[in-house]
């Protein structure tokens, strides 16, 4: 849970500095309407939210695969549900970037993070 909470937390913050720094970026956001450059910012910011979620599964788990994977495959889950339901509002390459990198990120993610000492 720790694991997706990071991962929220970390997209979240994203979007905002997005939203903040980029005007074009949070007139696009209201109808969906990015650009090349707009998209791949998402990509981008969702691939650090990803690593995020699996460095934090990773160290509470002290490096345990199963946490790391459980929190990967929960991301994927929840995001297969929200690109069904988008699936007309973005190009079908973006649907597949972002979830092909979801497990291997949460992997990495995970794996990079030294595991906590007790």
Do not use: N
Not at 46 to 54: P, S, V, Y
């Amino acid at each position: 849970m720790a694991g997706w909470a990071a991962w929220l937390l970390v997209a979240a913050f994203a979007g905002l500095l997005a939203k903040g720094f980029w005007p074009g970026y949070a007139a696009a956001a209201e109808g969906h309407r990015f650009t090349f450059a707009m998209l791949v910012i998402r990509l981008v910011a969702g691939a650090f939210a990803t690593l995020a979620a699996g460095a934090v599964a990773g160290w509470l788990a002290r490096g345990q695969w199963r946490a790391i994977l459980l929190t990967g495959g929960g991301v994927l889950l929840v995001s297969l549900v929200r690109h069904y339901q988008i699936w007309d509002q973005y190009p079908v390459w973006y649907h597949f970037v972002y979830l092909g990198y979801l497990l291997p990120l949460t992997a990495l993610g995970g794996r990079c993070c030294p595991p906590r000492c007790d």
